[in-house]
């Protein structure tokens, strides 16, 4: 088994509320316990039923015992949209640099094993975190690789994002 949490840490596992027995359950498993829930309220309803979903939620997992955040965020915060535009489950920058800033120190490695867009990467290096993104789709990956290159030529600091063609192999233990 691989370990890419380091001891005493903490992870952000965004999630959708349909299939959270899921999520438990495999968050469980790999050894998580939760140690906070956050709700991102949005001005707006990205899909209508019962209710009007006007949410995006992550949990807060520890494992180990990891330090308490010097500045504790709220358990709500306001959501910043980005028009889905590069991604269809993307996260803002915006959404992303608080929660980075709280949990982790400038220096500090920040994984997104789901990049997606490099919305991640691109917050954790804003704030001084070296970071490792990793995503499978080969669309996505490109166009993670192009906004890292924007982001580096304006920032100067490197974003690595592994996927395919990347030159990183990424395997999945057996």
Do not use: W
């Given at each position: 088994m691989y370990?890419?949490?380091?001891?005493?840490?903490?992870?952000?596992?965004f999630y959708g509320w349909p299939k959270i027995a899921q999520f438990a359950t495999a968050w469980r498993r790999a050894g998580f316990r939760t140690g906070g829930h956050i709700v991102f309220r949005k001005?707006?309803?990205?899909?209508?039923?019962?209710v009007q979903y006007r949410h995006e939620a992550a949990y807060v997992l520890l494992k180990?015992?990891?330090?308490?955040?010097?500045a504790p965020l709220p358990d709500v915060l306001d959501w910043t949209y980005t028009g889905n535009k590069l991604?269809?489950?993307?996260?803002?920058?915006?959404?992303?640099?608080?929660?980075?800033?709280?949990?982790?120190?400038?220096?500090?490695?920040?994984?997104?094993p789901f990049a997606g867009s490099g919305s991640t990467c691109i917050a954790a290096s804003h704030l001084g975190r070296r970071t490792i993104g990793i995503e499978?789709?080969?669309?996505?990956?490109?166009?993670?690789?192009h906004r890292r290159a924007a982001h580096t030529a304006?920032?100067?600091?490197?974003?690595p994002i592994a996927g395919p063609g990347s030159g990183l192999e990424i395997t999945q233990p057996r």
């Open positions: 370990r890419v949490l380091k001891t005493d840490a903490c992870a952000i596992s001005p707006y309803a990205s899909q209508s039923a019962f180990g015992k990891p330090q308490l955040p010097e991604h269809p489950t993307q996260k803002s920058v915006q959404v992303l640099m608080p929660l980075i800033e709280c949990f982790t120190k400038p220096g500090d490695i920040v994984l997104d499978i789709d080969e669309e996505h990956h490109r166009m993670a690789i304006k920032t100067g600091a490197s974003v």
